[in-house]
């Protein structure tokens, strides 16, 4: 079972727009959610986390909202730069177990055109 | 300072030998996690150590094993490779294994069983 899930496989958007990447979640356990940029032939970059205590968090052009209700979060990226092109990882742990493992989403692949 | 290096890069096995894969966690950090990423797939928990101890390990076969040494490096160890164990294999490196922290990722071993 997918205990966190990136519905978009892709998306595509202008350089200087927004892009928005969606992430949902079913483990009510989870508390603590990160995402995570991945070029080809490297291994995932931290971008920005969020622990469930806040619904918004904000680093330069990124920003993770978190909506704990719904089980949704997202990720704004503004304005969107060629050099965002990547996989997007949206990533989830729960603090209440022994360790902190992430459980990922399968990716969404960013392509900002010029 | 220093990132999460892994090695080697890349290897090629073949069915039923055993192969060993190495990390360096970043300087400072003490916990190290092991995740294999299938084509397609979000990276997969397999184990992490903290304080050269096991401290959680995901759904993978025993044969699948790990150490971690006082310097906080560590070692994945697969025995009787299948094909299915063909992926990338990422390690991460984060400090302390009972608190939230973003995990740092080493560029992976890309490994490939004939």
């Known amino acids: 079972d997918q205990q966190v899930k990136q519905n978009s496989p892709s998306l595509s958007v202008q350089e200087g727009r927004i892009s928005i990447l969606n992430c949902d979640y079913t483990n009510s356990m989870f508390d603590y959610f990160l995402w995570y940029k991945k070029y080809p032939a490297e291994g995932p970059t931290f971008l920005i986390s969020i622990s469930s205590i806040k619904d918004k968090n904000e680093d330069g052009r990124f920003t993770v909202f978190l909506n704990k209700s719904a089980k949704h979060l997202s990720l704004h990226i503004v304005p969107s730069q060629p050099g965002d092109s990547a996989v997007y990882f949206c990533a989830a742990s729960a603090s209440g177990g022994s360790n902190y493992k992430l459980t990922f989403g399968k990716g969404t692949l960013l392509t900002v055109n010029p | 300072e220093t990132g999460v290096t892994q090695s080697p890069t890349h290897l090629i096995k073949t069915r039923g030998q055993q192969v060993t894969l190495r990390c360096s966690s970043q300087?400072?950090?003490?916990?190290v996690s092991w995740y294999q990423q299938a084509l397609g797939q979000g990276p997969q928990f397999i184990f992490q150590?903290?304080?050269?101890?096991?401290?959680g390990r995901g759904n993978f076969p025993p044969r699948f094993s790990g150490l971690q040494f006082p310097n906080y490096s560590s070692e994945l160890n697969v025995n009787a490779l299948e094909l299915d164990d063909s992926a990338l294999y990422l390690c991460?490196?984060?400090?302390?294994?009972?608190?939230?922290?973003?995990?740092?990722f080493g560029d992976g071993t890309r490994l490939s069983i004939l």
């Open positions: 300087s400072g950090h003490n916990t």
């Open positions: 150590y903290y304080r050269e101890e096991e401290n």
């Open positions: 991460a490196s984060s400090l302390g294994g009972r608190s939230n922290q973003p995990q740092h």
